[in-house]
């Protein structure tokens, strides 16, 4: 027999081990951030670098340079930037623990901080931060150079073909030069070919750092971890057991203030090929041979180019009318600022993807996201395929609780199993529970605004959790029909969905055909989850 202690896993000796992980610095750089003054590194990419400091996984010798246009100077960014850490701090997010500011991590960071203002369209500019960076480097001692575009994706193609002119993209004695960008790589697949080919001419693929946030999501990571270093997960994970999966990224939140760029976009382009792709990467891919960043990238390309090419019946689109969302009233999309009144943008997508390979012939994907839903949720629901059960005469099939194994991916971090029990009594009747693990119960909040692991990861050159160029064009590749379909045939019925609903009705259909439901939106969250 096993004792107590072999059986049952205690919530504070788990995390212990969980958090055995060796402390490693990132070696010596410097980071360049062009957009300086922008929303990205005021609320993300500074935000991470000072919870990187208070983790002490930055070197000493690290310098970072501030690329901005405006009136600018280096202490009145220090300063801009220290009113945004001290602002995030005080609404208390969770990404933040400490009450106030740790003024040593900030002076840390501060004083390693230089902006250098000027216009990064125009040649000047790079040679004032080639100086710099000179002096930069010979300060620190490492030529190593980290550019982050922190800028609108129009301009990624032309400051990386200025750097290539500067001769600042040459990697030379041993020192590295990398970039990083961030979504959108591209509108569609000929403009991710041309972006890729235009950046490719310059940089070499393993300088280039495609930055796609869900995967700087813990519980997105984790997914990886599920399947691969658990043996009960992975010997159920393919057709012979799976019914169907749903993937859902739902959003109470509408266009706010970004009218101007969505209604250009829509969520499709938004959400899709990039996030939603990112989770069925995690959930759907081969076993890689190894955890080095080639392996994991080719099986996801391999993955996205076995997606069927998509029908136009197998999609649908929807736009928000006005509804109330979370107990407010809201006004619907065409009414939003920046948005045309007549607009054609859809603010909701839902997909049916098949995928043509072995493991996964005839097992339908759903995908949805969606503005201004019932609930935040991002989740994937695997849908394990119903028992036969011939044993229980008295009760119909379809009354039987399915078995489904949810990961939730945010607000509320676990995972969920359901499953039938007997319901105690003389009679045998047939129940759904569910097993559940949270990742509060086992483990410390993250102070993470979701970008450390990132920009880590690409201080110590580790490219797996970024997208490489082949991965985005066949992902875009994968909803390219779906796109032309959409262009072609403007919607009859917009607005079709009222905020704060669950989608359009041809949402539901969608899975109706198949003979299966979505999941309610939120339906596996526990009570007194906050939405936002
Ligand atoms: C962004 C999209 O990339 O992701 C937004 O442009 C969306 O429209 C956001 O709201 C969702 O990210 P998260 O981390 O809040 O789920």
């Not at 072999?6 to 055995?20: D, I, L, M």
């Not at 930069?136 to 400051?159: C, E, H, M, P, W």
């Not at 054609?344 to 049916?352: F, H, I, P, R, S």
């Not at 008295?394 to 939730?408: A, D, F, Q, S, Y």
Request: glycine share 8%; charged share 25%.
């Amino acid at each position: 027999m096993t004792s107590t202690s072999e059986t049952s896993v205690a919530p504070a000796a788990a995390a212990k081990v969980a958090r055995a992980t060796a402390d490693r610095q990132a070696p010596p750089a410097n980071l360049v951030i062009f957009g300086a003054g922008g929303d990205l590194t005021k609320r993300l990419v500074v935000p991470a670098l000072y919870n990187l400091v208070r983790a002490r996984r930055l070197p000493d010798a690290f310098s970072i340079v501030g690329v901005g246009r405006g009136e600018e100077d280096t202490s009145s960014w220090r300063r801009n930037l220290r009113q945004m850490m001290d602002s995030l701090i005080a609404d208390g997010g969770g990404e933040f623990r400490a009450a106030g500011l740790d003024e040593a991590a900030w002076d840390w960071l501060e004083h390693r901080m230089t902006f250098l203002p000027g216009d990064f369209t125009r040649p000047e500019i790079y040679s004032k931060l080639k100086s710099l960076l000179a002096q930069q480097s010979s300060n620190q001692r490492t030529s190593n150079v980290l550019f982050y575009l922190a800028v609108a994706d129009k301009f990624f193609g032309s400051i990386i073909e200025h750097l290539g002119r500067a001769e600042l993209t040459r990697q030379s004695n041993g020192a590295w030069r990398r970039v990083i960008i961030e979504k959108p790589f591209g509108h569609d697949l000929a403009s991710a070919r041309a972006l890729n080919a235009q950046i490719l001419r310059i940089l070499g693929e393993d300088q280039i750092y495609r930055i796609d946030h869900f995967l700087g999501k813990e519980t997105v990571q984790n997914i990886l971890v599920l399947r691969f270093a658990n043996g009960i997960f992975e010997p159920l994970w393919n057709r012979d057991h799976v019914s169907h999966v749903q993937i859902t990224a739902a959003e109470t939140v509408g266009v706010e203030t970004r009218g101007k760029f969505y209604d250009g976009t829509g969520a499709l382009r938004d959400m899709v090929p990039n996030h939603l792709f990112q989770l069925l990467g995690m959930i759907a891919i081969e076993p890689p041979v190894s955890f080095n960043a080639n392996d994991v990238r080719a099986k996801k390309t391999e993955l996205f180019s076995a997606i069927h090419p998509i029908s136009p019946d197998d999609a649908v689109r929807g736009q928000y009318g006005a509804g109330t969302v979370l107990g407010k009233p809201v006004r619907g999309y065409r009414h939003e600022a920046n948005v045309a009144p007549n607009s054609m943008t859809e603010t909701y997508a839902a997909l049916k993807l098949g995928i043509d390979n072995w493991r996964w012939a005839g097992v339908p994907f759903y995908l949805r996201t969606g503005k201004y839903l019932a609930a935040r949720t991002t989740e994937i629901a695997i849908h394990f395929r119903q028992a036969p059960y011939a044993l229980f005469r008295e009760t119909p099939v379809e009354r039987l609780p399915r078995n489904i194994l949810t990961l939730r991916l945010q607000p509320d971090e676990g995972l969920s199993v359901s499953f039938s029990a007997k319901r105690p009594g003389q009679d045998i009747e047939i129940d759904g529970v569910a097993m559940d693990f949270s990742y509060h119960d086992y483990f410390e909040p993250l102070t993470a605004v979701g970008y450390e692991t990132l920009i880590y990861d690409c201080l110590i050159g580790d490219a797996m959790l970024f997208q490489r160029a082949d991965t985005v064009e066949a992902a875009w590749c994968a909803v390219q029909p779906v796109l032309d379909a959409w262009a072609a045939r403007p919607p009859s019925d917009f607005p079709n969905y009222a905020a704060g609903s669950s989608g359009p009705d041809a949402a539901d259909r969608l899975l109706q055909r198949d003979g299966h439901a979505w999941l309610p939106i939120g339906a596996h969250r526990r009570k007194g989850i906050a939405d936002d």
